[in-house]
Nanobody
Framework: QVQLVESGGDLVQPGGSLRLSCTSS?????MAWYRQVQGKERELVAQ???????TYAPGMVNRFTISRVNSKNAVYLHLSKLKPEDTGVYFC???????????????WGQGTQVIVSS
């Protein structure tokens, strides 16, 4: 069983930046970030393989950057130019194969809250 622990969620002003972190209990092929914002279903933001190949969901690439450090079993999500509509819970996820929506990842963290507000 892969355990994922997120951190980094915070209150940030519009236009600001934030970096979310997630650590896995073991090495795994794909690590990803999802989010659930108000009024919407949980959605995939980005995923990255152990070969450090990222894939972004449509509309996510311009302001969000996913990265990974395999030696730390860690994945990061850098959020920039944040908007109030980015407010929500951001989840770290992982899988042994590439995630193909609408199929969901296998392993999940508890989520970290991001609030974008002045």
């Amino acid at each position: 069983q892969v355990q994922l622990v997120e951190s980094g969620g915070d209150l940030v002003q519009p236009g600001g930046s934030l970096r979310l972190s997630c650590t896995s209990s073991q090495s795994i092929y794909v690590m990803a970030w999802y989010r659930q914002v108000q009024g919407k279903e949980r959605e995939l933001v980005a995923q990255i393989t152990s070969a450090l190949s990222p894939t972004y969901a449509p509309g996510m690439v311009n302001r969000f950057t996913i990265s990974r450090v395999n030696s730390k079993n860690a994945v990061y999500l850098h959020l920039s130019k944040l908007k109030p509509e980015d407010t929500g819970v951001y989840f770290c996820a992982a899988d042994s194969k590439k995630i193909v929506p609408p199929l969901s990842a296998t392993f999940w963290g508890q989520g970290t809250q991001v609030i974008v507000s002045s």
